[in-house]
């Protein structure tokens, strides 16, 4: 099992910057790919980035590129994704997911999810 525990959600303004960071636990974290999704309210879960699990490969939504840069330190089993040039509609709730193939969390089936953290963007 993984544990993945996510933090650093808030309310920000319109043009700021926040950083999510997911604390993993339970199982080797090198060997996983991680991603970031986010769901809005009367929305689907979407997902936001995605990075393989040496940091090598990184991918984006289109609608958060420029503004958002995932990475991770395998040493200290964390992913974060910055969060730059907030807009209203980057307001969600985001989660950490982690799986045991990049495919998989690219396609939104990881194999592991965290509890979410609320990010609030003002106008």
């Known amino acids: 099992q993984v544990q993945l525990v996510e933090s650093g959600g808030g309310l920000v303004q319109a043009g700021g910057s926040l950083r999510l960071s997911c604390a993993t636990s339970g199982r080797t974290f090198s060997n996983l790919a991680m991603g970031w999704f986010r769901q809005a309210p009367g929305k689907e879960r979407e997902i936001v980035a995605s990075i393989s699990w040496s940091g090598g490969t990184t991918d984006y939504a289109d609608s958060v590129k420029g503004r958002f840069t995932i990475s991770r330190d395998n040493a200290k089993n964390t992913v974060t994704l910055q969060m730059n040039s907030l807009k209203p509609e980057d307001t969600a709730v985001y989660y950490c997911?982690?799986?045991?193939?990049?495919?998989?969390?690219?396609?939104?089936?990881?194999?592991?999810w965290g509890q979410g953290t609320q990010v609030t963007v003002s106008s």
């Open positions: 997911a982690a799986g045991r193939v990049w495919s998989r969390v690219v396609a939104g089936t990881p194999n592991y």
